[in-house]
């Protein structure tokens, strides 16, 4: 197997001074309790919510028997992806599977690649005020479509793959749909802008949480 010559971090830094994280929910805390120069180590405790920073979404984020993180077979999350530009998208506007099908890489959509869809919003990350939260967001027959062709990740480069909602009643469509079918979300991706052309890997595997709804990831791309 080549070595690849250039890997690209797809994940945002889990920072606790700049984050995107809603107020309602577990915030980022990573608090030393030991140092070299007192006890001879460093140690921290970290304390975070599963949907912190960038992460995936296992069907049971939504769904009663749905798999966890740690069900999710490695090979899901390891392999060929396609990257599909909708930075022409803007604040809390719809993208539809027409959206999907003008990509020059349409075509390319099927069983076994992870689709990651780049829309430049991760640079609104940490952004002072709700802009974060304006992001685009995904029409529910994009799920079933996906699912019909046999892909059964998609990777979004903002919040979540729904519209934003800070209170109920929660919807959330396009979760309930893709991942009852058995598919799995990574949010909050990152650098997207630099993949580009065919011949793209991915690595998007969560941290192991046994029963855990969702976990952090450490994504990395490389051609």
Same mark, same amino acid.
């Given at each position: 197997?080549?070595?690849?010559?250039?890997?690209?971090?797809?994940?945002?830094?889990?920072?606790?001074?700049?984050?995107?994280?809603?107020?309602?929910? #577990?915030? @980022? =805390?990573?608090?030393?309790?030991?140092?070299?120069?007192?006890?001879?180590?460093?140690?921290?405790?970290?304390?975070?919510?599963?949907?912190t920073g960038t992460h995936v979404d296992a069907p049971s984020h939504f769904i009663a028997d749905g798999k966890t993180i740690d069900q999710i077979p490695l090979s899901a999350l390891v392999g060929p992806a396609i990257v599909l530009d909708l930075t022409s998208k803007g604040a809390k506007e719809v993208i539809t599977w027409a959206d999907i099908e003008k990509s020059p890489h349409a075509d390319q959509i099927k069983a076994g690649v992870i689709l990651l869809l780049h829309t430049g919003w991760s640079k609104h990350w940490a952004s002072p005020g709700h802009i974060y939260w304006?992001? #685009?967001? @995904? =029409?529910?027959?994009?799920a079933e479509k996906l699912i019909a062709r046999g892909v059964n990740v998609i990777g979004v480069d903002f919040a979540s793959p729904d519209e934003s909602q800070f209170e109920p009643p929660w919807k959330f469509p396009f979760h309930r749909s893709f991942l009852g079918l058995g598919g799995f979300i990574v949010e909050n991706l990152t650098n997207l802008e630099q993949l580009k052309g065919p011949g793209v890997m991915v690595n998007l595997l969560p941290i192991n949480l046994v029963g855990s709804d969702g976990a952090p990831v450490r994504g990395l791309a490389w051609k």
């Open positions: 197997m080549s070595t690849p010559t250039t890997l690209v971090d797809l994940s945002h830094p889990l920072d606790p001074e700049r984050m995107s994280i809603p107020p309602d929910l #577990p915030q @980022l =805390s990573c608090c030393p309790i030991a140092t070299v120069s007192k006890d001879g180590f460093s140690m921290h405790t970290v304390s975070l919510g599963s949907h304006e992001h #685009p967001y @995904l =029409s529910t027959d994009i």
